[in-house]
């Protein structure tokens, strides 16, 4: 097991010439070496300009923040057990962005025993929403609404042989539950719908049901190399199905990894455009990225980003010395514009966050939209 701590060297070297130290210490359990990581980091990046320009800006209420990060590999047993230990050995005060549907859903029973708040979890699965699981507080969309919008989208292009390709887990199930909303509203039925193996999927099996069903597009619900390398293959197999995925999907390290299949890949997208550099919330991110060396945005870095953004202003109307109960009451009277009227509101009856679905087309290698 490995353990990140992600801080910047100028604030290293400021608290060890005061004798200062963290004080606000948050965790994550997440994939940082699996078939997730690429897009993982990617949110990490844009947590992190959140909290070293707070850190760095004078803290909250004198208190540094730290981020204790440990690997999972998507593997939902290892979720469970490094969030034993921040929440255990660590002492966290709050979870921040715990990436996959059974990751995440296997981890509430320690949130809800300790009384933990995990907020904006790297993922739109609807059981975390309804019915309302006290302790998470959801910052993007839902799957079941990205992926409904994709089959709709296709429709509305005369599109009508429509494949899935579904990750056989709990995230799979959950998007397909939006995509058949979309499929009954067309008056469709997928042309063919394959299960995909979580980390192994058999593409030998998967590629021809595609290429025999001769799908017009293929709605790929799945996550980092299980959708990249699936697409390779039917590129290879000759198909030149228009392919849609979700956000989960939405880095930089995504079309990186397709290479020259990424070409017209169509992935769905709950926040803003991140070169749409007039918006409040983009420019931003990007004045913080660029003070840093950084010259590219990606989705997958303002969902880090945003969800960071929240628990910072949370932390700060909690108040001096914070507990994990009194955050979780704050976060339960919440109201907040992240910025261009992007509002995260949340009541004891509703930890929705943003309702927000668009979508995006790789061009040139990066989404435009």
């Known amino acids: 097991m490995k353990m990140y701590r992600f801080r910047a060297a100028a604030l290293l070297l400021a608290m060890a010439a005061s004798g200062a ?36 800006q004078g803290s909250i ?53 300790y009384g933990v708040a995990l907020v904006g979890p790297s993922t739109g699965a609807m059981v975390l929403h309804q019915p309302l699981q006290k302790n998470v507080f959801n910052v993007r969309s839902t799957y079941q609404r990205e992926a409904e919008r994709a089959v709709q989208h296709l429709f509305t292009t005369g599109i009508r042989r429509i494949a899935v390709v579904q990750a056989d887990d709990s995230f799979g199930r959950d998007a397909m539950e939006g995509a058949n909303k979309g499929f009954e509203r067309a008056g469709l039925a997928p042309a063919v719908l394959a299960l995909a193996d979580r980390s192994k999927p058999d593409f030998a099996a998967i590629v021809p049901q595609l290429v025999k069903a001769n799908a017009q597009a293929v709605l790929w619900i799945g996550s980092g190399t299980a959708v990249t390398d699936g697409v390779k293959a039917l590129r290879a197999a000759g198909s030149a199905a228009q392919i849609i995925t979700l956000s989960n999907n939405a880095a930089s390290g995504f079309i990186k990894e397709l290479g020259s299949a990424s070409t017209g890949v169509i992935v769905t997208q709950v926040l803003p455009y991140e070169r749409a550099f007039g918006h409040p919330l983009i420019k931003e991110a990007m004045a913080l990225a660029q003070a840093r060396g950084q010259t590219e945005l990606s989705p997958a870095l303002l969902e880090g980003f945003v969800a960071t953004k929240v628990l910072v202003e949370a932390l700060r109307r909690t108040g001096p010395k914070p507990t994990r109960a009194r955050l979780v009451a704050t976060l339960n009277r919440f109201q907040y514009d992240v910025g261009g009227r992007l509002d995260v509101n949340y009541s004891p009856q509703d930890h929705t966050g943003i309702d927000y679905v668009d979508l995006s087309i790789v061009s040139e290698g990066r989404f435009k939209r």
């Open 21 to 56: 130290s963290a004080q606000i210490v948050i965790g994550q359990s997440a994939d940082l070496s699996g078939p997730a990581a690429v897009g993982v980091k990617e949110t990490i990046m844009g947590s992190q300009l959140v909290i070293d320009h707070v850190n760095a």
């Open 61 to 113: 209420h004198g208190e540094q923040i730290e981020v204790i990060r440990l690997d999972d590999g998507l593997d939902p047993k290892r979720s469970v057990e490094n969030t034993r230990i921040l929440i255990e050995d660590k002492k966290v005060l709050a979870l921040l962005l715990n990436r996959g549907t059974p990751n995440t859903i296997a981890v509430i029973p320690l949130l809800d025993k």
